[in-house]
């Protein structure tokens, strides 16, 4: 019974992902604003030459922020999980 | 488990060209691809090595914990004074105010498709040396944490 | 159809680690279909910002062209380092699992059986 839900929840992701797709073409990217501004400005406003990393750490810093604090909780519970106990 | 010397001798051998190469990839960081993300995984991939090729009490002598913490809290905490040091001068956090200054990291950029230069960027090298010490000391602390959990079975 | 074949490939990783994650009985190769849907959600990413006949990102002293989207490149490493902390820290509790029933199997596990 559990197994049959699963297949038939499994089979029902697949078709709304393939939904999704299929109106996409590829080699062909929506033309946003946001990445025309990016390629075309983040050199004198950054100075970085590569264009991904200024992104990264002058647009998007605050992201950065927060994912180097999600890898930093993740490395402070890993090490609570096996920390030395007393009792065992 | 007690790994031969052949496995041994080519850890020791290969570690600092790992190092080396983990320290370009975070260098150029702006200039290249790679970064400070990515340059942190392959230094702590070095660390893998040792921790792999040695066992796991002959391993904490030379990586141990609490140097790895101090290197993942040191990474941090530089990054946030990085940001917050835009404030002092009263502009926005995360402002990137050493580039185009002409000191250290402030080289102005030429526009277009140029030779790279080293000594431009700003904050950006700055925040990418304090985010590859932070990964290196977290995916560090992970390894020794999950290699500590199965210490008694091999 | 020949065009859209990283799409097709999206949706036939995605669906392998979605059945992985429903089917499997064992802890840790539902933590490997978990990972398994990281991939396709990178390659879903990248394949989005991807220009036909474009350069990476990154100015240098080569001819120049139409480059790649750059927003979903930095989303993508985004989400590799996110996947990174999320997998170490589900090891780390299979493995606490593993310590105190003595197996990773679902059945074997008295709380999480069904």
């Known amino acids: 019974m559990k197994r049959k839900l699963s297949i038939i929840i499994t089979i029902l992701m697949i078709g709304m992902l393939g939904v999704i797709v299929s109106g996409l073409t590829f080699g062909d990217p929506v033309d946003h604003p946001m990445d025309r501004y990016f390629i075309e400005n983040s050199q004198e406003e950054s100075g ?15 992201d950065t922020l927060g994912e180097a604090a999600v890898l930093f909780t993740a490395a402070l519970g890993a090490s609570l999980i096996f920390r030395k106990r007393r009792d065992d | 488990m007690q790994m031969s010397s052949i496995v041994k001798t080519t850890a020791d051998v290969l570690f600092p060209f790992i190092l080396i190469y983990g320290l370009y990839i975070i260098l150029h960081g702006h200039l290249t691809p790679g970064g400070g993300f990515q340059g942190g995984a392959i230094l702590a991939s070095g ?68 030779v790279a230069n080293l000594n431009t960027g700003g904050l950006i090298p700055i925040m990418n040396i304090a985010v590859g010490i932070e990964v290196v ?8 944490a999950l290699l500590s959990g199965i210490q008694e079975k091999i | ?51 036909e006949g474009g350069i990476a990102p990154i100015f240098t002293n080569n001819p120049g062209g139409e480059m790649v989207l750059p927003t979903v490149q930095a989303m993508t490493l985004t989400n590799i380092v996110i996947g990174f ?30």
């Open chain 1, 48 to 62: 970085a030459n590569n264009v991904v990393t200024a992104v990264l750490f002058d647009y998007r810093g605050f």
């Open chain 2, 47 to 114: 660390v893998l090595l040792l921790l792999l090729a040695y066992r796991y009490s002959e391993s904490t002598n030379i990586v141990r914990q609490v140097m790895m913490k101090t290197l993942e809290s040191t990474g941090l905490l530089l990054f946030i004074i990085a940001a917050l040091s835009a404030m002092v001068l009263g502009a926005g956090f995360f402002f990137n105010w050493l580039s185009p200054l002409g000191s250290i990291f402030g080289d102005s950029v030429a526009y277009g498709s140029t």
């Open chain 2, 137 to 144: 000391g977290a995916i560090s602390v992970i390894l020794l």
């Open chain 3, 1 to 51: 159809m020949i065009e859209e074949i990283p799409y097709l490939a999206v949706v036939l990783i995605a669906g392998i680690g979605i059945a992985t994650i429903l089917l499997k009985k064992n802890l840790i190769k539902m933590i490997m279909g978990l990972a398994i849907i990281e991939g396709a959600a990178n390659l879903f990413l990248v394949t989005l910002g991807y220009r």
């Open chain 3, 85 to 114: 902390a999320t997998s170490a820290l589900l090891l780390a509790f299979a493995i606490m699992i593993y310590r105190r029933y003595g197996s990773v199997e679902t059945k074997n596990i008295r709380r999480l059986r069904e």
